[in-house]
């Protein structure tokens, strides 16, 4: 069946360093996949989106790469802030858009 | 900038009872999802809606639940006889698919509380 995993429940990373995510996935040959943000109690909020045929793909302070040999994404938070602390979630499909499970970022000051 | 609106916001009710959550999408979008998150656990995909037709639906997604769109701006989710184990945060999405890899737009969720 068809999975994602993101490598770390919970991250801590020092304010101003770069945080790095890990999104690996199975059984999908997926064209793009997405990331979103999610604040406790709150709905996912979009952030990037990569396709199969981009290696990398950047906005702001974020970067996403893809590599669909390893299936795998890494998604990177350069300069760190603690108004990054959020939990950061992989996305992959077309009408069925599955999530993973997220890992918690937490910032530190 | 346009948002996905959901209420009640909180909703409590009684095991057995029916629930209808609301939601009103992005108004240009054209594709709509219901999600739902457990406490401490990922965001689910329930059921994908296009064309006044569902177009996906997961294996929870079974004959307790039903999504009607009754009107130009609204999209519902109704459960018919709340479970326990439907307490859970439910999420509406739209989309408008201009491209096929068009992101979700969420709302901020419902609440529901089953006891």
């Known amino acids: 069946s068809q999975k994602i995993e993101q490598n770390s429940e919970a991250l801590n990373i020092q304010e101003g360093k770069t945080a790095t995510l890990t999104c690996n996935y199975t059984?999908?040959?997926?064209?793009?996949l997405q990331w979103y943000r999610q604040d406790p109690g709150r709905g996912p909020v979009f952030l990037l989106l990569i396709r199969e045929n981009e290696k990398e793909k950047r906005k702001e302070r974020l970067k996403v790469t893809f590599d669909t040999t390893l299936k795998q994404s890494l998604f990177h938070i350069t300069a760190s802030q603690p108004a990054d602390s959020a939990t950061y979630l992989c996305a992959l499909g077309d009408d069925k858009i599955i999530f993973g499970k997220g890992t918690r970022l937490h910032i530190l000051p | 900038e346009p948002e996905v609106t959901q209420t009640p916001s909180h909703q409590v009710t009684q095991m057995g009872q029916e629930v209808i959550l609301r939601c009103v999408p992005i108004s240009n979008h054209l594709y709509f999802y219901w999600y739902r998150q457990i406490l401490g656990q990922k965001v689910e995909f329930l059921v994908s809606?296009?064309?006044?037709?569902?177009?996906?639906k997961s294996e929870i997604f079974d004959d307790q639940f039903s999504v009607e769109r009754p009107d130009g701006s609204n999209f519902t989710l109704k459960i018919r006889s709340t479970k326990l184990e439907d307490s859970a945060m439910y999420f509406c999405?739209?989309?408008?698919?201009?491209?096929?890899?068009?992101?979700?737009?969420f709302g901020n969720g419902t609440r529901l509380t089953v006891t």
């Open positions: 059984n999908y040959s997926p064209a793009y």
């Open positions: 809606f296009y064309n006044n037709e569902i177009s996906e």
């Open positions: 999405a739209s989309s408008d698919r201009v491209m096929r890899n068009s992101p979700l737009h």
